[in-house]
């Protein structure tokens, strides 16, 4: 049975067995600063502004059911290291909806404590993985379509990452996120002009806009923007929703002054 | 007190070792400027002349308009539904050589459409050396051409109809011979082989990878696709997996 995935690449195609998984659960450390205030008694709560990096330790075994003979180690340990190279997703059993980039920073391998040195084949190898940023987030992205009326987007527990195309409607065209009460906590403006066919489309990640026209080519658009960009925050949202992902009714919610839109999202996570 | 950390993990690219590897999960759509970004890094070109009704979304269904693609939702995952007038291409830096590779697509009607093209590596002309998967009008079938011959692998079992899930799985050989694997919603494939035929120096100039065409304009097919990698060496379907 694959309980880890790195890539496309599973223990159970390595031929080895997991032995160890450490900190993949776990979230990074994200330390805040107290601020003072000028004039006032009292400290306020400094937003995340880094976050500690997370190490992964991953140890898997390859056993004599899978190597059998020394002269095979090579090749084994090669596969191995073919496996880790690149930035990978991990995925494991244990959160099959998720997943966690990473990058291999320490490989080792060796034998099998207690076995004798080149008298039998099996290996241990830890593997040390450092998550980028982290988090974790959705495997799966989802598409939602927008209109004038209120659309709930759902979070995890990090802000969601978005990007809308929106087509049709009238400039000044208004993006309004509300909170999960319903309440306006920002509207983005944007006086683009839209040609026939064409669409406005803003990556709610990174604050960029650009017009898509209908002959493939983009002109940026940022220029056309004014306001608040929606944060999709976990912040916003209230009630059990965000735990028990049934009550999305409760996450922030986005609306358009007109036309439609298609959002684009995939929520992510602290852990 | 709102934790101002915004994920950063889509800004640093993947990085495959595929020759060629698009996933919509990946959102290919998003690059830095709306470029239609493979996970090897092809920087595509992707154009509608039409808008594309009743596309599914997870919350209702929407229509597509000329500048939106439309990604769909089906069974909970998104994949990007192409009409025949959606014309989707990444440039292709690849030589002759034993090459593999998979689709993984919904089937919409294109099968019965003779010629037909669910993937190709051409030029715009259709023309010269490259390889493609098309379909009979009634199965699917693999073709290579080296510029003058053309060999083709065709199913003689297995046509999906319309909403099933079809996993394309193939190779070329370095003599030239072909294999084409189907399998519909994940029962066991079926299988076409063709013959040898010595490969070319090159593909023809200009030949892009394409999903949903052969050429620029030649033999469009709707499909909803999720998935298309290209690797090098004859793989097995496990071997497949592992390419990432």
Known sequence: MTTVRLGGTTDALLGAHLLELTQHLSAPRAPRAALGMPGRLGTRLASSSGVAPREITLGVYFGPDTLQLLPDRPARIARLESALAGRLPLWTVDRPLVRTWVVCTRVTVGPVPGAPVLGTAVLDAVITLLALDGGSEDMEPSALALGTARTAVAVGTLPTHATLWWSGGTSPRTLTETDGRGRTIGVLSSTATLAAGASLVLDLDRKRAWVQLADGTRPVADGTLTGTWPALDPDDAVGLGLLDGTSDTLAPGLSLSSGTGLLITRRRWRL | ?244
């Open chain 2, 1 to 244: 007190m709102r934790d101002t950390r915004t994920a950063q993990l889509s800004t640093v690219p993947p990085v495959s070792r595929a020759l060629f590897a698009v996933e919509v999960a990946d959102g290919p759509w998003i690059g830095d400027n709306g470029a239609v970004v493979a996970r090897t890094g092809e920087r595509g070109t992707w154009t509608r002349s039409a808008t594309l009704a009743a596309v599914a979304a997870a919350n209702s269904s929407y229509t597509a308009a000329e500048s939106t693609p439309a990604l769909e939702v089906r069974d909970g995952l998104l994949g990007w539904r192409l009409a025949t007038t959606d014309a989707l291409s990444w440039p292709a830096g690849v030589l002759p050589g034993a090459l593999s590779g998979v689709l993984e697509m919904v089937e919409l009607g294109a099968r019965t459409v003779a010629n037909a093209t669910l993937w190709s590596l051409r030029n715009d002309a259709a023309s010269g050396a490259g390889l493609w998967l098309d379909t009979s009008n009634a199965f699917y079938r693999l073709n290579y051409s080296d510029g003058t011959t053309t060999r083709t692998a065709t199913l003689t079992s297995g046509q999906p109809s319309t909403g099933q899930r079809v996993l394309f799985s193939w190779s070329l050989a370095a003599t030239g011979a072909l294999t084409l694997r189907q399998s519909i919603n994940n029962a066991a494939p079926t299988t076409a082989t063709a013959a040898a035929l010595a490969l070319p120096s090159a593909w023809a100039s200009g030949a892009r990878w394409r999903i949903g065409r052969r050429g620029s304009t030649a033999n469009p097919a709707a499909l909803w696709w999720r998935r298309m990698l290209v690797a090098p060496g004859v793989l097995s379907a496990d071997q497949l997996a592992e390419v990432w």
